[in-house]
């Protein structure tokens, strides 16, 4: 989440754990809850990340493949939404097609997951939608990945810790596996790129820099990062955040 600090007063989030037999799958689960009543909407923006959500508001219960572009949400009134955020080469079982048919699209939940799932979980406090989703999701999850699914995450894993990794390149010389294969499986489990996998693991690692409250020097951030230099780094990162790096680090309150 993008200014995190502002959002905190002005909604509630958790995020429960998903039962252990389903965390190969699952990252966890998420819930946002606000009351905005007598105060104007609030809009919160998010940096993509590769990983298909489902989520379950009144009105609006969906399967969100992953967004490649900026993404945001306007929150009003008083609400709630409960999601599922899958491990990104974590739904491709659960769709039981390529992950990437679905990229940037929102799937009516019924469209993949049946009738009746929506309003169980639109009718359950917190806790009891944790334990209709565990075990809804229980009896549709496979035993364990399959091998392709456990390549796909470990890879998108080291593309997200190490800063050094700047190009495909780097990542199939890692695993040990061709480019155009590497981006097959990206294109069946992942459902974006291992490229774009990449721009976006910088782009949330300088977020978190440039919002962590100490100085940052902009120029060689952007050489750490593996941009070209600092005016590349701004450009990525003002057309995903809305907002120049140095406008974003002076709105962090």
Known sequence: MLNPGQGRRKFQFSSPAA????????????????????????????????AVNVTFKPGRCRVAGVVTGPFHEVLEGAGRVFGVRFRPAGFRPFLGAPVATVTGRYLPVEDVFGDGLAERILAADDADAVREMDAFLRTRAPDRPTPAAELAEAVVAQAGKDTRITRVDDLAREFAIGVRQLQRVFSDHV?????????????????????????????????????????????DFTAMVGVPPASYRKAQV
């Open 19 to 50: 039962h252990e037999a389903l965390r190969p799958f699952v990252e966890h689960y998420w819930i946002v809850s606000w009351d905005l009543r007598g105060q104007d909407p609030y809009e919160q923006k998010v940096l993509p990340y590769p």
């Open 191 to 235: 459902g974006v790129s291992p490229k774009w996998v990449i721009r976006r693991a910088r782009l949330h690692e300088a977020s978190d820099r440039i919002s962590a409250g100490t100085p940052v020097d902009l120029g060689e951030l952007a050489a750490e990062l593996g941009y070209s230099d600092q005016a590349h780094l701004t450009r």
